[in-house]
DNA sequence: TCAAAAGTGTTATCCTTACACCCATGT
DNA sequence: ACATGGGTGTAAGGATAACACTTTTGA
């Protein structure tokens, strides 16, 4: 019972606070969008914030449940398809300026929604790339990456890690390489880890506001790399991207992003828009048709630009015939 | 503001306890086990219990650090690999009787360790198919699933799911589909939608501890399937077998579960004591070397019941060369 | 001698990838 | 006419799965 004692002390701990965060997608003008609440809202300051909210089990039967509600409550938005992301719970990462290191507990969540239309309450939907240029290879190669990040990782993977920094199982090189693909091939789903390699070295703007030390380091350049977003939000939004990008290609999550009927184009510049790669038309389309994942409707649309095209509708019933049906498409060029 | 005030009510809320839970697993004798904690700790009743400890943001800076803070107090072991799962939060899964529903939210982590030879303090190691008896397939499909699971599953198919269930995507039918592979084929990763299915239709214990409503239609046949285990504790650990599985085959996880040096054959058995299925050698064995996951060391190992073995040693730079290295294998039939 | 496990080699099949090419519509 | 997107066919290459067979030890 000693440990209960020691379970009550911690629940009461003033510096615990407990919430739930949510990094919900759209996608609009073949572009990714996420919901960000206006600054100045729940604490965030300056900046752009995912919309939060706080976790009342006595109102609420589970945590999912009590996320659909408050985001209801504060943006008018009804939620789609909905998954638990990650708990973060670092000190420190959220001290703002003046301020003593508080600690945040925060369930993060994945949502999809539709079509991002409607009049949203405090609420506006963003551009993801914004917030993370450097993960939109549909251009080819993004130059950020050539110009601002690659030599300045180099850099800091040169100089000897700092004495309080963790023990690390790989090296900063060798971090480099799987991360950013520096000497070998990118790869779209490590998204987290090169957000975390960025703030390590000090290169966006939340390592500098966290007092992260490494952030002095680059003198007056002051690079800050993307638009940077309150507390860590950047970081759950950045768990969110990685797992969409990687859950695409076993689950049908895409069809939560599109409306009921849809051209195979459509469905492709979707999943393009996520995985930030371009895709192989031909092969794109033999997959996703001899897969067994859509099927014709009958209709046709004609506001596509060229000749007209089938709109297809998702098969339902893939889920139950095979193990694991996603888009497996490798981020082929072109 | 009013967001904080109605933040830290949650908070202060009497009701929710927060803490973390560890599924930590060690391969003996070809056997997974987890370690497990002595009834009558921690509120575990006469139940087996997963360890649990609170978090203390004063005393650790992260969850993981907290983890292993009191993992090594409670039990004296040192984790290697640790990751975590999920945030489990379902209000009234833990009534016991006569006692109101209280709420739990617990971070549940996946700890891997080697050789599970050491004195511990107050726990010891449970073999996990004592838990999940129908997920080992090693024998062939287990006499419990043809005799006891799929007969009452089938029959709790077909009546008419209660009014108070959530309205799901897929009918009762369709997920019996999906997680037991009736009709289809058996997919080893889905131990949590198995166990979640048990539940529902009232046929593992803790469904009739919660008061499930399903539990009582069973009369006096009582089935059990499986031990059971303290609070949602079972749950966390379907979790962990889930995950341990699927990451397998991207993730060079087997390795941590291995002494330094080891025999492909010993590396095999793990695996497949882990994904419950048996493999094909000759395949395997060609897929691991050449793969690039191993390499040989040198040595060989004379007890091994027949011809000596060459021992081989994870290539710890395999991370580095190729985005997902794990062992991709089949869940074939010998 | 036999059981048990270590190894090697080969083949058929499927899936992925890449390339080449034609079709229908609007401007 | 031409740009844009829709749509079909096919061939090369690599990975997987299945099979057959030899070798080396301990009991």
Redesign the interface.
Known sequence: MA??S??I?????P?????LNAAIVSVRDQQPHILVVQPG???SGEWDALP???????AH???EIGLRAWVKRQTGLDLGYVE?L??F????RHAEPGEAAS?T?S?GYLALTRGAGEELLGAHWSPWYAYFPWEDWRQGKPDILTQEIEPRLKAWAERAPSADEPVR??RRA?RL??GFGIG??F?EEKVLERYELLYEAGLVAEAARDGRQAAGQWGDELPLLGRPMALDHRRILATAMGRLRGKLKYRPLVFELLPPEFTLYALQKTVEAISGTLLHKQNFRRLVEHGGLVEPTGNVSTATGGRPAKLYRFR?EV???R?APGLRVKAGRV
Do not use: C, K, W
């Open positions: 440990e209960l020691r379970l002390e911690a629940i009461e701990d510096q615990i606070e407990l919430g809202i729940a604490g939060f909210g706080p976790f009342s089990p006595r039967r589970t945590l638990q990650y708990t719970g670092d000190r420190g600690h507990l369930v199982p790989l060798d390489r799987v070998a091939g790869d339902r889920v139950v015939e193990p």
